[in-house]
């Protein structure tokens, strides 16, 4: 692939509280503003409901691991900051479908976009912003990358989509499946969340001007980091309260999803492991309490744990395959990032 010119990047090399490298937090202050300059001057319902879906912006991790895989190989913030803005057009849109696959009525610390707008809209809403996503890439052409890379970005972002869906439909067929593997978990994780990691910083490569190998490194790593960010998501609803998570923690129990920690208590925690989620399951609800002391008692809670943590494990090592800069530290920080919130 042909390479294009990089412009030497302006990061700051401190790292704030919370672990987050200080230029990343600058790119998640640039990838909001540049989100309420395009959806403020909008009017009309659908905007309405897309702005409300997008604004206040959640924490921005993929479009920030976009940004960063793209600088990390030598490329410029301007060329990718349309791609950034797609990629949470398109995890916000998942959002909004998830929610009402799952029937949920909060989602960020208020009632969801189905809740508010209803079904029909959502859908609709979630729809607009999936187009979006491919059309803000198709900006980046504009922006000084080649029609080549802008292709190749197209093609992996499309793939993601496909694995996106194809984890959604494998979800809903292990749905109440109480029989449910590990194996078949870590599967699904690696199609519904782990490819929207994978694609973002696989388009940061090739956006930023990476090679065919820093391009398969980057994707690598965001693989392994969406199925240890996802296992941590899934502990987050028995080890953190719903105020701070934004979504409450008998979601999974009442939609009969048997996540890594559940797929443990049942394995490790014997016959009144297996009866709690029984119960849960028959009755659409869940003593989560119960449940936690239950996770915690057979050692679920920790398992589940050091899976996560092998997976980011994993992630850090194909970070190897790109050069030593403060970019490559700041991917690695988030992959520390996403298993300290339950570890």
Request: proline content about 3%; overall charge negative; glycine content about 10%.
């Amino acid at each position: 692939m042909t390479q294009i010119s990089a412009r030497p990047a302006t990061v700051a090399t401190t790292f704030d509280v919370a672990g987050v490298p200080a230029g990343a937090a600058g790119h998640t202050r640039i990838v909001e503003a540049d989100l309420e300059r395009r959806w403020l001057q909008h009017t009309g319902l659908l905007e309405e409901i897309c702005r409300y879906a997008m604004l206040p912006a959640g924490k921005l991790f993929r479009p920030v691991l976009l940004i960063e895989s793209a600088l990390a190989v030598g490329g410029r913030l301007d060329t990718v900051l349309p791609a950034a803005v797609g990629t949470e057009c398109g995890h916000v849109a998942s959002l909004i479908h998830d929610d009402i696959i799952d029937d949920d009525d909060m989602r960020r610390g208020r009632p969801s976009v189905r809740a508010r707008f209803g079904d029909a809209n959502a859908i609709v809403a979630g729809d607009l912003l999936i187009f979006r996503l491919f059309h803000y890439l198709a900006d980046c052409h504009d922006a000084g990358a080649s029609a080549e890379r802008v292709t190749a970005a197209l093609r992996a972002t499309a793939m993601a989509g496909v694995d996106l869906c194809l984890g959604q439909a494998m979800e809903s067929e292990l749905t109440g499946r109480l029989d449910c593997r590990e194996e078949e978990y870590v599967e699904m994780a690696s199609l519904k969340t782990g490819a929207l990691f994978r694609g973002a910083c696989e388009v940061g490569g090739l956006l930023g001007g990476g090679t065919r190998a820093q391009a398969a490194a980057l994707a690598r790593y965001g693989h392994h980091l969406g199925i240890g960010f996802q296992i941590c998501d899934d502990l987050l609803g028995y080890l953190s309260d719903p105020a701070t998570t934004g979504k409450a923690a008998t979601s999974d129990l009442r939609n009969h999803r048997l996540t890594l920690p559940l797929i443990l208590l049942l394995r490790q925690g014997g016959d009144d492991g297996r009866r709690l989620i029984e119960r849960a399951f028959a009755e659409g609800s869940a003593d989560v309490a119960a449940v936690t002391e239950a996770l915690h008692h057979c050692g679920a809670v920790p398992a589940a744990q050091q899976i996560a943590r092998d997976h980011c494990d994993i992630a850090l090592e194909q970070l190897r395959n790109l050069p030593e800069t403060i970019h490559r530290d700041a991917l690695s920080s988030f992959a520390h990032l996403a298993v300290r919130r339950v570890c």
